[in-house]
């Protein structure tokens, strides 16, 4: 989840014309934090001020994954993991652990790329594609979407709408991408942001990210989630939470701790 750099964006208006750029990439202003918490409170993921959503980004990952599982077990928390279709359909028994153990899944676009050039019938496509290959591979139909770097473009919003999915990024993050995160660093991340009512976001993989990163948010994982209940805060999954708009959904049935 690298940061929008000024580069990238004058990249995008180089390869774009001007009225078209702001047309596609305007919706990614949603990006920053300023604009996008006090203005778009449900895009935030924002939900009922006692509850805490924990989601996790760019897997499933055969090597990172299960311990992610292993260790959400062990704390009795449930979490929702937006995936990557091209991942998914390679580790389907993985997918469909992830839901035997009462989790939920998010749609994270079927590959990891930047959205720079308008492309509203691949972006349809492949948002689509992503929904029908968590749906057959485990019988759920996903209603999340939060796309590829955090960056929503308008194609890339109708996509997730055509699909009847709902699009969440996040109030919170650990910074957990990068070759330096540690985990004392992804745990003060997330403090600094933490807020009742928040989503919180970290990530299961390194697939596009440093090598090797998933360690320092894996061991600040049990950390973060004391952090919630010390202040007072349930921990769950979208599902759960309710982000502002939703509407009120049952809770996914969860499976007991061991």
Excluded: K, N
Aim: charge should be positive.
């Amino acid at each position: 989840m690298p940061v929008l750099s000024a580069r990238a964006w004058r990249t995008a208006a180089v390869l774009l014309p001007a009225g078209a750029a702001a047309a596609h990439i305007g919706p990614a202003a949603t990006w920053l934090p300023g604009v996008r918490l006090p203005l778009f409170p449900g895009l935030s993921g924002t939900g009922p001020r006692r509850h805490i959503a924990l989601t996790f980004d760019d897997g499933p990952d055969p090597v990172s994954t299960p311990r992610f599982l292993d260790t959400l077990d062990e704390l009795g928390v449930r979490a929702t993991f937006f995936v990557v279709g091209e991942h998914a359909v390679r580790h389907p028994e993985l997918l469909r652990e992830t839901v035997s153990r009462g989790h939920e899944l998010g749609v994270h676009g079927w590959t990891h790329d930047r959205p720079w050039r308008p492309a509203f019938a691949r972006d349809a496509a492949e948002v689509a594609r992503t929904v029908r290959a968590v749906q057959d591979l485990t019988g759920r139909r996903p209603r999340w979407y939060r796309p590829p770097y955090g960056i929503l473009t308008t194609s890339r919003w109708r996509a997730a709408r055509r699909a009847g999915l709902r699009t969440v990024l996040w109030s919170a993050w650990g910074r957990d991408w990068t070759a330096d995160a540690t985990p004392a660093s992804v745990r003060a991340r997330i403090a600094a942001d933490l807020r009742g009512g928040g989503t919180v976001l970290l990530h299961d993989s390194d697939h596009h990210s440093a090598p090797g990163c998933w360690r320092a948010t894996l061991a600040a994982l049990p950390a973060i989630v004391q952090d919630c209940r010390d202040a007072g805060l349930m921990v769950g999954p979208l599902h759960d939470h309710q982000p502002a708009g939703t509407g009120r959904r049952r809770p996914v049935p969860h499976r007991p701790a061991p």
